[in-house]
Every structure is written in C-alpha cells, then in structure tokens.
T-cell receptor, first 114, second 113 residues
C-alpha cells in the first residue's frame, strides 16, 4: 500500500456524461500528479498540482480539468466523455520538497465509457 | 523537451536467465532515474532508483546502471522468476521544483517457464 488513495475504483458511464475522480495523497505530500493509461499503453502525464496550485500541464484535453483543495486532496473532472476516454486513471504524490522525487501511485480508477 | 526512449518494447526470457532493459534520455540535466514495475491492472510501483552521482545500484536480484556520458541507464534482473513478468517503465527527472518524471514507453517482460 503506497498511502495514496483513489475513489472510485471502477466507474461505468455513457458518452457525453461527466465524472469526477478523487485522489488523496500520502500524508504530508504536497504534490499530486494525474496520469491516463489506455489499454496496453504507457503513462500519459495529464497535470500536476503543488500545494493547491497548478504546476505543470501535460497532454490534458480541454474537456478535462483538475484542482487541488486546501486539504491537499485532488479531483480530476472529465466531461463530454467519449469512448476513447476509457482508461485507467492514476494519481501519484510526492513530498514536493528536497530531493524526494519518488512518485507513489494510487490504485487507480478504471473508467469505462459506453 | 526531455525525451526518454526505452528498449525493447517486449522481452521474453527463460526462467532463471537474466533480463536487461535499456533507456536513453535527452536532457543532460536529468539527475534522477527511477524504475517502476506494473503488474496487469495494478499500480506502477517503484522497484529501484538511481541518482546521477552514482554509477550502479543493486537490490538483491535487481540492479540499475547509469552512464551519464552516453545518457543511458539500464535495469538488470538476474535469475528471473515467473513473478517478474510485468511491464517495466523507466523515467528521468531533472529534480527541479516540479519533480516531473519523463517516462519511457514501457517494456513487457515475459518469463517463460
């Protein structure tokens, strides 16, 4: 167990709908990263937050957005869902200070868009 | 920008043999190189990492070597076992304030009985 939690574990929804994925980082970690992993694909970096502020953006679609709250948990919002959005969504956290760059991953949310 | 290439994409080895996965990076400022193992449907988990001030690091059957001049690093798994079957990802980081990792595409390791 990495200490990073994600809910829900599974999500089934229809095209055009909107969903929210939640991530709680390890205790004390300030930085949260979101990744998308399609079937048999690599890890696509979406976005990073540090202590409530957006720090870096990757290949995140305009239909997707995220935020990090004062208690440091983060939410990833996916809207106008398409079939191709079906994937595993991981969040990871790091302390965000010092030399501790190791990212610890949550168990992921498996999204299926029908 | 930074790029990490990983080879091979698939590696099949006989149980008990060694496996080697190689990655090259483009940004000479990169100084942190982790390796993650991902079993089917599970989260990526860190198995070993190395910093640029070290040339080699070992942990039981797993080792990582780093060649800063050539900008490549490799994962070595000895005496492979069935439980080593997984997808392995390499990554590189400059250790700047973002601590962002640039990921390789992954290697599917298959251990043949």
């Amino acid at each position: 167990d990495s200490g990073v939690t994600q809910t829900p574990k599974h999500l089934i929804t229809a095209t055009g709908q909107r969903v929210t994925l939640r991530c709680s980082p390890r205790s004390g970690d300030l930085s949260v990263y979101w990744y998308q992993q399609s079937l048999d694909q690599g890890l696509q970096f979406l976005i990073q937050y540090y202590n409530g502020e957006e720090r870096a953006k990757g290949n995140i679609l305009e239909r997707f957005s995220a935020q990090q709250f004062p208690d440091l948990h983060s939410e990833l919002n996916l809207s106008s869902l398409e079939l191709g959005d079906s994937a595993l969504y991981f969040c990871a956290s790091t302390p965000g200070t010092g030399e501790r760059e190791t990212q610890y991953f949550g168990p992921g949310t498996r999204l299926l868009v029908l | 920008g930074e790029n990490v290439e990983q080879h091979p994409s698939t590696l099949s080895v006989q149980e008990g043999d060694s496996a080697v996965i190689k990655c090259t990076y483009s940004d000479s400022a990169s100084n942190y190189f982790p390796w993650y193992k991902q079993e089917l449907g599970k989260r990526p988990q860190l198995i070993i990492d190395i910093r640029s001030n070290v040339g080699e690091k070992k942990d039981q059957r797993i080792a990582v070597t780093l060649n800063k001049t050539a900008k490549h690093f490799s994962l070595h798994i000895t005496e492979t076992q069935p439980e080593d079957s997984a997808v392995y990802f390499c990554a590189a980081s400059k250790g700047d304030s973002n601590y962002q990792l640039i990921w390789g595409a992954g290697t599917k390791l298959i251990i043949k009985p």
